[in-house]
């Protein structure tokens, strides 16, 4: 008894001069519009923790949703209060209000959306306990954080090669709900195998039915909704451009008058079988995905016509009325058509001098009619892959949307680009933002760009890593606990890279 007086005693004398904590402010990704910290207060994450979730809307599913996550993530159960907000709390559909003292955590939002929102904001801060060899549960410091979204549309374009093991793919999408986006475009670079038509793409593909249910409903879980995109003009060899392949003539030649003569980069609109078969195709793979609010059909880079039949027709025409079919199909299933911008504008325009100079510009001389007949269901998703432009001006952006389109900006992996891009967005009214990743998801491609996105889509800009960046990205950690969500087990799928040394060495 006497020790422990004695004990007691020194600890207040302790406290005296210095705190007991200090916890390091977490990097978070993205950074909230609010955020006050109580660096010296600890909060346990343990199953003595108060949990309140007040919702307006989903009151059971969204406690049900953030303790099952409490448990998968940090192994604790703790108890979980379902509230129903009173009529004067209000959120956005995306808003989320949380806070931690020690014994309460409470999360407010106006439904589900939020509360995985808040979930990953939580999953960003808590870190294990100090002390022993093994972990014994998880901590954080005091705070209040309320946040929500700049933007209603931020996806990330995601692309599917044949080289990537799935656990990538899947890994990119928890990534991108990880980050708050809400939908991710995945494009199918011939890995698709359709049960319709499985003459198309690689026969070995990776992309299968059973493969993208599962990563459909894991998306759903975690936030994040799945939009399919098919080529349906251009691109159609589903390969990279310099490479020669040709995903589906390489294996199946008979299928030739489907495509272009002399390489077989478009589909040959003038054929009606091709048309159908690119609805069929459209139509099984929006039916994979769950029928998802978007569908995304391409159209960039298309070449003039080969055939002497689509040479003879009325080319914009083919492909406008090829738009507006699919336009009308998605319009029956409730979902809006979003296509890459390049085709609708004329190549001219590009020009030293011309009206949007510097931009992305591949179509002809009647591009501006092409875009005038498109009806105004579609999403134009305009490419610019530059950094900032020294005029902060997006003219192609204003363009789209005084003909009435929805228009999304698609920046690349330049983070100066991402954050201008967003912000032209926000400021101006435009309906979205869809980051291009294209063949570039691996590596340290993939923290700059996931990390400026998502900071730009918030609202804000990525400020870089605060500790030394040649060693440190706070993405890592989050990798690394989408690794731990996955059970991976295989070291290839850990990190940015798949080998850290050549897999053989040569010498002569
Ligand atoms: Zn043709």
């Known amino acids: ?58 009151v059971d599913a969204a406690a049900a ?89 931020r996806g990330v374009h995601l692309c599917w090669f044949p080289e990537q093991r799935v656990a990538r793919i899947e890994g990119a999408i928890r990534l991108a709900a990880y980050y708050k986006f809400n939908y991710i475009v995945l494009e199918n670079w011939g890995v698709w195998r359709s049960e319709k038509h499985p003459w198309f793409g690689w026969p070995d593909g990776k992309m299968t039915s059973a493969e993208v249910k599962r990563l459909v409903k894991i998306a759903a879980d975690e936030g994040v909704t799945l939009v399919p995109q098919l080529n349906v003009f251009g691109h159609a060899s589903l390969s990279r451009v310099r490479t020669g392949n040709h995903a589906t003539l390489d294996f199946a030649p008979e299928y030739a008058p489907l495509f272009e003569p002399y390489g077989g980069w478009n589909w040959c609109l003038s054929n009606p079988a091709a048309r159908r078969t690119i609805k069929e195709l459209a139509i099984e793979l929006h039916d994979l995905f769950g029928r998802p609010p978007y569908f995304h059909i391409g159209c960039d880079e298309g070449c003039p016509p080969t055939c002497p039949k689509c040479r003879a027709a009325d080319y914009n025409q083919l492909f406008s009325s090829l738009v507006k079919e699919l336009a009308d199909e998605f319009d029956t299933r409730g979902a809006g058509v979003m296509m890459w911008h390049d085709m609708l504008l004329k190549r001219a325009d590009a020009n030293e001098g011309a009206r949007f100079e510097g931009f992305y510009c591949n179509g002809d001389e ?35 949307k005084a003909k009435g389109f929805r228009t999304i900006t698609s920046p690349a992996c330049e983070p100066s680009g991402i954050t201008a891009q967003a912000k032209y967005a926000r400021e101006h009214g435009m309906f979205g933002f869809l980051v291009t990743t294209w063949a570039g998801f691996h590596g340290r491609n ?47 799928n850990t990190g940015f ?5 050549p897999s053989t060495t040569v010498t002569w």
């Not at 904001?121 to 972990?135: E, F, K, P, Y």
């Open 446 to 492: 993939v923290p700059a760009t996931m990390l400026n996105a998502a900071h730009a889509a918030w609202g804000g800009a990525y400020p870089g890593p605060k500790l030394h960046q040649d060693i440190y990205s706070p993405c890592n950690e989050h990798w690394r606990q989408i690794g731990w969500d996955m059970g991976n087990t295989d070291r290839r």
């Open 1 to 58: 008894m006497r020790n422990n007086v004695v004990f007691a005693v020194l600890v207040s004398a302790a406290s005296l001069f210095a705190a007991e904590w200090d916890f390091y402010e977490p990097e978070l990704a993205p950074a909230p519009k609010e955020a006050a910290w109580k660096k010296d207060v600890c909060v346990r994450l343990d199953e003595t923790l108060a949990v309140t979730v007040e919702t307006r809307d989903d």
């Open 366 to 400: 009647r591009a501006e009619q092409l875009l005038d007949s498109l009806p105004r269901s579609v999403a134009i998703c305009d490419w610019y892959y530059g950094s900032a432009r020294k005029d902060g001006k997006y003219p192609t952006l204003d363009y789209f």
């Open 497 to 501: 890279f798949d080998e850290q040394f």
């Open 65 to 153: 949703w953030f303790g099952g996550k409490l448990k998968a993530a940090f192994g604790v159960a703790p108890k979980i209060k379902a509230l129903r907000s009173a009529g004067g709390a209000k959120f956005d559909p995306e808003e989320y209000a949380l806070s931690a003292q020690p014994g309460a955590l409470v999360v407010k939002a106006a439904g589900l959306a939020g509360v995985k929102h808040a979930f990953h904001t939580l999953r960003q801060i808590a870190i294990v306990d100090r002390g022993g060899v093994m972990s014994r549960g998880w901590i954080m410091p005091a705070f209040e954080i309320r946040d929500k979204p700049s933007i209603a549309f």
